[in-house]
């Protein structure tokens, strides 16, 4: 009652003190004389009761307020996103590469014998004048013992042996030294395989800033820096996420000049890089708001942004392998599935192996994890 009674009388501007309580209105609706009924102890307990209760509303009141200023900030940096995307589609093109966020940090791309790949060589090459590359050239495991000290030039004769060459191509975020990246050379090195891999220009300790024509041409000089060392030994294409835009990229051309490569191996592809971002993650707070292509989508088409494999599978003439898990959240799988049956279709690649390997939820490969299924030796012969 003394609760009900007292937030009833209390005004909406501010809290009083103790000597108010017991002398104002707040004993509304108590005899006149409260102090002929209630003894000193009763008197205290119960203005204790009031102040606090008093307190309280006066609290829940500063946090309701603090709570509406935060969600009023929180939507005007909801709408204002959006036009700061379209004024400055830079920004958008950052979202795509990624290649400010290096995982792990403070790693030393020069030494790879620290992330485990003591048969790995370090190397720098240039694609154009200005511009240098980061790459790494790991050896099939059978030449572990005898790569250790050895130099560049041991390395590249290495490459003229029967064993075949797989060159990786890295999706956006992090660098060649990235962990999941670092586990598959491993796998692919225990099957025989030479892996070259490297960092596109913007990336690592690479030079320059990140593109899509920039990307696809290191792709292509490191295809052609490979092929002239190992002549007609097979040569494999792995693409991986967004890396798996810049190798149709690359394929394309090869096999518009008509020299493809042995294989291309797709790791949790898309078909076009609009329809994964609007698929990303990210992507999901702004997926339904009115415009979301003109502000989103038509920014990365103005950085001549595309990885267009729905595309380019038109003009693919190789084996094809596409790998993806059911549960990755990233490039979702459908959006694999839809690629692999584009190219199931296409006219180019009639005649030639074309397969689709998914890996069921229960494995929990994710996005970067393919590298872990004990059947992959098996897939890839």
Known sequence: CLFLTFRSSVPRHGCRSLSSILSGPAWVGLPAEPKQFLSAPHKIVCSAVLLLTKMLLCFRRGLMWKLRRI???????YI???FLIKLCPSIQAKLVFLNFVRVPYFIDLKKPQDQGLNHTYNFYLQPEEGINIGVWHTVPSQLWKEAQGKNQEWYERTLQSAHPVMLYLHGNAGTRGGDHRVQLYKVLSSLGYHVVTFDYRGWGDSEGSPSERGMTADAHF???????????????????SLGTGVATNLVRHLCDRGTPPDALILESPFTN???????????MVYRYLPGFDWF????ITANDIQFASDENVNHISCPL?????EDDTVVPFHLGKKLYNMAAQSKSLNGHKVQFVPFPVTLGYRHKFIYRSPELPQILR
């Open 296 to 299: 989103f989508l038509d920014a």
């Open 273 to 283: 890089i609009r329809e994964e971002a609007k698929s990303h993650p990210f992507s």
């Open 80 to 82: 204002a996103i959006p």
């Open 321 to 325: 392998l596409i790998l993806h898990a």
């Open 222 to 240: 490191l295809y052609q820096w490979v092929k002239q060392k190992i002549a007609k030994k097979p040569l494999y294409i792995w693409g991986h």
């Open 71 to 77: 969600f009023m900030w929180l939507f005007g940096v």
